[in-house]
């Protein structure tokens, strides 16, 4: 969370973890921030008992802990939920507020898979990509729904091929980009599928092309990917790699290590973030 955000609210002491975003939240108006800018990920599950206490005993907002508990009981639908606790921080204004109201209006008109994807991708869009995962599963393994077009699952397929692609289990990607490119045909997805075989099977891959694809732009598609990889050079990432090992190579054995310490701490905080 970036940005300075005055809080008129108390600031909690022990914060409220949103454990699928990694984040602490110590005021309402955090709260609020976050579910005005992130109201694609937002579902049912926001307002649990662990949320009520927080508000209730860290905040001291025993009147909207109350509010809370009432809409829980009675089951109430997400649209009121987040407008109540929007109205009673005061800090967005109404028409702020309004513009949100249109959006969860519009989210209730979709059905439950529509719903699912457009939280997946959210997830997607942050690189929380196992919270990504876990929704498109569920569509997947939903009973399909045939009055949801085609490219609606193929880009379900992709996104999930994607997911795995990011946590480097790419050998589990290709069966989705595969799946993609057979319900929408895009070369998106054949390239997505073509790379995700080269880095999983490496010396092993055989480009055998015994499907239907064209072979004019499977061949296109195989040069594409090898420029891209001979690009891979140049990147930062690459070229902090080669630093740290040219540190090694000049005999700065304790520099290499420290080195090496801050780029691993680096790739824990974002696997963690990807996992979670």
């Known amino acids: 969370m970036s940005g300075l955000i005055l809080c008129r609210t108390r600031e909690a002491e022990n914060p409220y973890y949103i454990s699928n975003m990694d984040l602490k939240i110590y005021s309402l108006e955090e709260l609020c921030y976050y579910i005005y800018n992130n109201i694609y990920l937002i579902g049912i599950d926001l307002v649990d008992n662990k949320l009520v206490a927080f508000i209730r005993y860290e905040i001291k907002e025993a009147e909207l802990a109350d509010k809370l508990d009432y809409f829980i009981r009675e089951k109430a639908g997400l649209a009121e939920i987040v407008i109540t606790i929007l109205k009673y921080v005061d800090y967005y204004n109404l028409s702020e507020i309004e513009e949100l109201r249109e959006i969860l ?22 690189r929380c990509y196992f919270s990504a995962m876990k929704n498109y599963s569920n569509i997947i393994n939903s009973d399909k729904d045939n009055t949801l077009p085609g490219i609606f699952y193929a880009k379900v397929y992709h996104n999930m091929g994607v997911s795995y692609a990011n946590l480097y289990l790419f050998k589990q990607s290709i069966e989705y980009f595969n799946e993609a490119y057979k319900i929408g045909q895009h070369e998106e997805s054949l390239k997505c599928r073509m790379v995700a075989e080269k880095l999983a099977l490496g010396n092993e891959f055989k480009d055998t092309n015994d499907s239907n694809e064209d072979s004019e732009e499977v061949y296109v598609l195989n040069r594409e990917i090898e420029t891209l990889m001979d690009n891979a050079s140049y990147s930062e990432e690459y070229k902090e790699l080669e630093h740290i090992n040219s540190l090694k190579n000049d005999g700065l054995v304790s520099e290499s290590y420290k080195a090496i310490d801050v780029v691993l701490e680096e790739w824990k905080k974002q696997y963690t973030k990807f996992t979670t």
Do not use: Y
Not at 107 to 126: I, S, Y
């Open 105 to 126: 209006l519009t989210l209730d008109t979709q059905n439950v898979l529509e719903r699912l994807k457009a939280r997946a991708d959210g997830f997607l869009e942050n």
